[in-house]
């Protein structure tokens, strides 16, 4: 059951989305779908319930007077469910007792870590970017908020920052036809991307990295190596030597299907 805390994003699929609760049980919030640009009063004791999927809601409520929000990433689904990770490795992890809260957080942290390290998502999102038409050239990319500029798949809206409507197309699946936009104008649009199927490798990805963070760290901390008697045992450890995580066959599947940028917006 997904609870929202203070400015945080959380990602939550459809089927847990009448579970989601408010940290502190306010009686109401207020919700803004960044699907359509409308909003709504949430009576908290009812199931919230969504407009749009993808979508990405913002959720407003008030703590001691003062009000604090929260976002939540709607998506049709997540790469794995809290079952496939406590069933990972299950003889040598024993995750089986694990708690939900805990396998989550797990999760989250495992899904971030491997969309930052790829520079995508490989499920559908809804995300805001920034384009302007600066010269002749027709086809911009987009300046994503919180997320990568591939895999485009559709642009929901579009408008001007200054106000009225603008119009933006797809032109690939990195770029929008920006030809129809005035010059030196920039507009704000609410685009879906990411991929339609995630691979299977890049799921098996999370559920592992996910298992491993529940996991009690065996080794010293902050240790890349240690010595044994038969000479010096090295570890893999995320961060150092351009390894991503300290799993092998994680950073495998982000080497193989990341994306990379080399192109100057």
């Known amino acids: 059951m997904p609870t929202l805390k203070a400015n945080t994003l959380t990602r939550v699929d459809v089927s847990e989305l009448g579970g989601v609760t408010i940290d502190g049980g306010p009686a109401t919030a207020a919700l803004s779908f960044l699907s359509d640009g409308s909003t709504s009063e949430w009576d908290t004791s009812q199931p919230l319930t969504a407009k749009a999927c993808p979508d990405r809601i913002e959720v407003s409520w008030e703590v001691s007077g003062v009000t604090v929000s929260a976002a939540i990433d709607l998506v049709a689904a997540q790469y794995c ?28 942290k495992a899904t971030e870590v491997i969309e930052r390290e790829c520079h995508r998502f490989f499920v559908p999102v809804l995300r805001e970017a920034i384009v302007e038409r600066t010269n002749c050239s027709a086809a911009r990319y987009p300046v994503v908020m919180d997320g990568y500029p591939h895999d485009l798949r559709r642009v929901a809206s579009c408008g001007y920052v200054d106000g009225g409507e603008a119009v933006a ?47 009690p760290n065996a080794g010293p901390d902050n240790a890349i190596s240690e010595s044994v008697d038969s000479g010096v045992l090295r570890y893999v450890v995320g961060g150092v030597s351009g390894a991503a995580t300290s799993l092998p066959a994680v950073n495998a599947a982000i080497g193989r299907y990341g994306a990379r940028e080399w192109f100057v917006r």
């Open 169 to 215: 197309s797809l032109s690939s699946d990195e770029t929008l036809d920006v030809s129809a936009m005035e010059f030196h104008r920039p507009a704000r649009a609410v685009l879906e991307l990411g991929c339609a199927h995630a691979p299977s490798e890049v799921r098996d990805a999370v559920v592992a990295l996910a298992a491993w963070y529940l996991m």
């Open 81 to 108: 469910t809290l079952d496939d990770v406590r069933a990972y490795r299950e003889t040598a992890y024993q995750l089986a007792d694990a708690t939900a809260e805990a396998v989550e957080g797990a999760r989250a």
